[in-house]
């Protein structure tokens, strides 16, 4: 806990047995108060080493999808009593060492979520961000910041830090089941005025961890510009379109 906060730690993992451990080891325990584990469906021994970690799993039989995984993650989050919740992806890309510095951002009111930004502080390259999606992401967050207004490094990081107020208020399991659920969900945050804190995250490229090939990084961006648009529009005054940010 956290100035009386309850925090929760989800990691939504997918085939992830190899890099389960070193993520786990760099949990502050001292603080964090619950982990879970959703396993979408993997076909290796995540479940198994999840499970011999004492880490509450929930498993789905068939695959969710990245986003239909987070849902479970947030649902099960929940029912714990947490006051703070922060996504983890076990695949060890993201240091747990910043748990701290992020719960602490939202245990002391500062901001309602705290994304973890791979490009604040320069880091991405360095850590190993093939090129084409460091410029891929620099200029979808550009065209992003402007349909939504605001001035924020990056919206595609998969570290993410929610107070419980705003998973109570969000609809996020009407959310897509896909990538674009991180998207969707960061523009609704947006959208209902909730504060944004970002902290700056080294990130590590490597064969285990989770990445989307280029044909699906093509999907993601346009889809990405699309859920901006539509709130773009939303702000403009156009019936019709919301990305359900009421």
């Known amino acids: 806990m956290l100035n009386d ?12 047995a190899s890099t389960l451990l070193d993520t786990v080891r760099e949990i502050p325990r001292e ?13 290796d021994e995540t ?22 995984n987070q849902k479970t993650c947030y649902a099960e989050a929940m029912r714990t009593g947490a006051d703070i919740v922060i996504m983890l992806h076990p695949d060890y890309q993201y240091t747990p060492k910043l748990l701290i510095a992020m719960a602490s951002m939202l245990a002391y009111g500062v901001y309602d979520v705290v994304i973890a930004s ?8 360095k850590g190993g961000m093939p090129f084409y999606k460091y410029v891929s992401n620099r200029f979808i967050t550009f065209v992003e910041n402007i349909l939504v207004g605001r001035k924020h490094t990056e919206y595609h990081t998969g570290y993410r830090a929610y107070s419980r107020q705003v998973l109570e208020k969000i609809p996020f399991h009407k959310n897509s089941d896909d990538f674009i659920f991180d998207n969707q969900f960061l523009v609704q945050v947006i959208g209902f005025g909730f504060s944004i804190g970002e902290i700056s995250c080294p ?17 993601y961006g346009f889809g990405c510009i699309y859920v901006s ?5 939303h702000r403009m005054g156009v019936k019709n379109y919301t990305i359900m940010v009421r």
């Open 47 to 68: 479940v198994r080493v999840a499970r011999g970690l004492g880490i509450p799993t929930f498993v789905h039989e068939k695959n969710k999808g990245y986003g239909g």
């Open 31 to 43: 603080i964090i108060d619950d982990i879970i584990l959703v396993d979408d469906a993997s076909h």
């Open 229 to 233: 648009f539509r709130y773009f529009l």
């Open 118 to 125: 791979r490009i604040l502080g320069q880091g991405a390259l």
């Open 5 to 16: 906060r309850r925090i929760c730690v989800v990691m939504p993992a997918y085939n992830a």
């Open 203 to 219: 990130t590590k490229y490597f064969e285990e961890a989770s990445s989307i090939g280029l044909r699906a990084s093509i999907r």
